[in-house]
């Protein structure tokens, strides 16, 4: 197994089956090139096998941190060590660029995501509580609250 850093569309549009959904051209474009977000991709021979991905987070009072976006693996690569390797080489990378840590969500029912952290060095911290926004829906229209 090899582990690279992905810079070419082509390469993540042919590995889709390792994203939640297909990968969207523009969104895939501009995540590549995005100083501070990272792809990489584990390979069985040419076949891609599993993917992580990183955005690095600044702020004024912290520095810098990587934020573990989105690991995935193909079913007939698990249990085989992959998502740890990648997890580990996102970690040399945020040590490489200099940030002070690495952190990921996942469900808490996500039993296998969590073993794949920890076998790759991350330690649970206190739960917390997630909250989020669709911005794509104008809150501002009389009668939304």
């Not at 993917?51 to 600044?58: I, K, L, S, Y």
Request: hydrophobic share 40%; aromatic share 6%.
């Amino acid at each position: 197994m090899r582990i690279e850093r992905i810079t070419d569309a082509a390469v993540v549009h042919r590995a889709a089956e390792l994203f939640d959904g297909p990968p969207l051209s523009d969104a895939t474009e501009k995540f590549l090139d995005s100083p501070g977000h990272h792809l990489l991709m584990a390979f069985d021979g040419e076949r891609a096998v599993g993917m992580v991905t990183g955005v690095e987070m600044t702020h004024p009072d912290k520095g810098t941190e990587m934020f573990l976006y989105e690991l995935g693996v193909a079913p007939h690569a698990r249990l085989r060590g992959v998502g740890t390797a990648l997890v580990e080489a996102l970690a040399r990378i945020a040590r490489e660029r200099g940030c002070y840590g690495m952190w990921v969500g996942t469900e808490q029912d996500n039993e296998a995501a969590q073993k794949t952290y920890r076998r790759a060095g991350a330690n649970e911290e206190e739960p917390f509580l997630l909250l989020s926004w669709d911005v794509t829906q104008d809150r501002s229209e009389p009668g939304q609250t």
